[in-house]
């Protein structure tokens, strides 16, 4: 059966995992504090030995997030979709559908023509604002 | 250089490379929020005593980093790397859709690196033409919190809501703090920071601590991400040049907004970067153009406005009078015991009186070349890879534990458990108003320095 998930703080975790984390953490940061802010007070400077104590806390922290880190892993499915298989058209119209016309690159300065030209987008950017011109002009 | 700097100036450098770095990889983490992991971490910082300068780099060094990091989640992922990335999503999702993520993200991070260069310089002008009305702003200061809580809180998602909402945020801070001031004959301000910057999280793990609340959280299924394809051309590896990535109209507007924002010092980042963007976008024509030319005036503005924000009142003022500064910057406005800000008295002893105007320009020039240098050749070359890297191994278990223990051992070490259950408290109703309606730590933030200066200003008149 799959485990239950919840979303906690934006991303997904698996919530006994996330107790086992939250305990591995805090039971090793803060003992560390108590100990070294023990120790250190044992040994003459009060406030100064605070703070090492605090830096030993911060330590602790780490590690315990490093351990937690290595025996929980993340509950995230990666797809990376290789290039849009599709029409490069259709996708450019579905661009358009959103956020209007992308306009006509022959219009556009030497530096940005050069580079939609490196980019591929070209050719494509004129063909979609050509058919589009077409179309209104076919409506009206 | 005069023999007294040499150690500041290494402090600074020091500390710049170690945030740098580290803020670089933060910055990858979809959904680090500034507020909940640079103020922790800047806390840290100053209360393990590391001296005025490398305190300065460091957080300039984070800010700086992660607003060209932030930018990799934001146009591979198509989540926003944080709260200030949020604004330039739309903008790289379409990018993405038109198969070109790599220059929806080189766009950006040069943008961002871009708004550092103007932004830096400009606030410190703009402090000096502060400094003279500073003492006025300061008498002022208890008037001026209260309106700036309201108005924040205005323009928050919870409109009324939240500026109502402030009545019972601001009276549950001024009864915690009589109730320590009872048992402890001190105030907390840690905690209380803690505890608003990191509500959303204590208010999650109370939810899912709960039958009742778990119901509303629970998820089918792993959740799936979707990374973009690596489609960079074989061969561009050489070091990269923000100046060849933008084209001269978009470093004229990216300039534009980053020294217009350098100015604004008293609006809210995300709004402006939104207001940034909808201008230069109304002003260019085509489609292609405005798409890239609007997604790097947005981050630049992310990067500009939180320069301003944090050195402005830090120079000119010394008080936390804007969005930022009552943020992601409170501990170097007020991080007792070591900055401290006396409420009765107006008198403030933190990074504002301990550094010169020619200090602080020099540190933050220190902590900007040093942040870009690391970050923006990272960015630019290893993006992808850092970004499969991260979804595949970082697992949010492990992130959410460091806080949760973070969180322990600095409200330990402020005031034991009595400051432990404060963070909690204001955690969690926070956390709540934050959820349910739409006051977020800006407003909250605001709140406490209503708390903490006004009302004592109410009841002398």
Known sequence: MMPQLLEVWNDTVDPKHLIGGIAIAVGTAVPAYLIADHLFAAGGDEALGHSYALLVGIVGCIVGAVISGFLFKPKRVITTSAADTRN???????????YGDLGDPRDLGPAVQAEVRALGLFDALVDNHEARAREKGGHQ | ?????????????????????????????????????????????????VPPAGVLAFFLAAIISKHISHAVPTTLLGIPGDTTAVPMLREAQLLRSLGIPHIALQKAISGGVVSVAIAIPLSIVFALVLTP??????????????AAAVLVAYTSKGKLAAVAGLVPFVLLIVGLQAFIMEQKEATFTTSFFLGIATGPLIFDLFAALSPAG???????????FNLAPDVRPAGGSRMPNPFKVLTGKQLAYTGGSAAITSATFVFSPVAMAVLMGEIVGSRVKNGYERLTTVITVRNGTTESTYIAETLIPLIAIGLPLSPMAA??????????????????????????????????????????????????????????????????SVSHEAIIAGFAALICVICLYEGGLLALGVTLTVGLVGGLFNRFIGMHAGVQFMGYYVAVLTVPAILAL
């Open chain 2, 214 to 224: 778990r119901r509303s959280m629970q998820q089918s299924g792993k959740r799936e």
């Open chain 2, 1 to 49: 250089m005069t023999a007294e700097l040499i150690e500041p100036v290494l402090w600074a450098v020091g500390m710049a490379l170690l945030s740098g770095v580290l803020f670089t990889g933060i910055g990858l983490i979809s959904g680090t929020d500034e507020t909940a992991i640079v103020a922790p971490l800047a806390l840290l910082v100053i209360l393990i005593g």
């Open chain 2, 133 to 146: 009305f500073a003492e006025a702003i300061g008498a002022a200061a208890p008037w001026i919190f209260i």
């Open chain 1, 88 to 98: 490069r058209q259709e996708i450019i119209d579905e661009v358009v559908e959103e």
């Open chain 2, 327 to 392: 943020g992601p910057a409170g501990p170097l406005f007020n991080a007792p015991p070591v900055y401290t800000l006396d409420a009765e008295a107006g008198t403030t002893n933190n990074l504002h009186d301990l550094l010169t105007t020619g200090q602080f320009a020099l540190f933050s020039v220190i902590a900007a070349i040093i942040a870009v240098a690391i970050a923006y050749p990272f960015v630019m070359t290893n993006a992808h890879r850092a970004a499969t890297w991260v979804m595949k």
